[in-house]
């Protein structure tokens, strides 16, 4: 398809944005075991909304809202699961095969729950 003066002409994802029960808590794991830069806080009565740097203009944001009890599940990536038909996983890429063995070392090291190195043929992932 060419190029219109239409064309949309898309720089990346800006954010994802996610809801959390405990913003400390995600603030502990995606700053202090992923590394990612925290870059902005907004806050008022109602809520907090936090942004996470995972590459240059990519972020992953976090919704806590005040006074708002959440239900809450853990399940595996890739297993269906009825309360989870909004989002399955997000998959952050790294720069090479390296980089991914040392977030799963980092992940194990703080406790998290990984997986080995899964091979899907067009992409390696934990």
Known sequence: MAATPDTLH???VHHLAL????MDATVRFWHGVLDA???????????KHYFFEV???????FFEYADQPLDSFAKPAGVPYA????????????QD???????????????????DVIDHGFLRSI
Request: aromatic share 4%; with cysteine; hydrophobic share 45%.
């Open 55 to 61: 590459a240059p203009g990519n972020t992953v944001a």
């Open 19 to 22: 809801v959390t029960a405990d």
């Open 37 to 47: 830069r925290l870059v902005t806080t907004l806050a008022i009565p109602a809520f």
């Open 10 to 12: 898309w720089r990346g």
């Open 83 to 94: 309360k989870a038909a909004q989002c399955d996983h997000l998959a952050l890429h790294l």
């Open 97 to 115: 095969e390296d980089a991914l063995i040392r977030l799963r070392d980092r992940l194990k090291e703080h406790g998290c729950e990984v997986t």
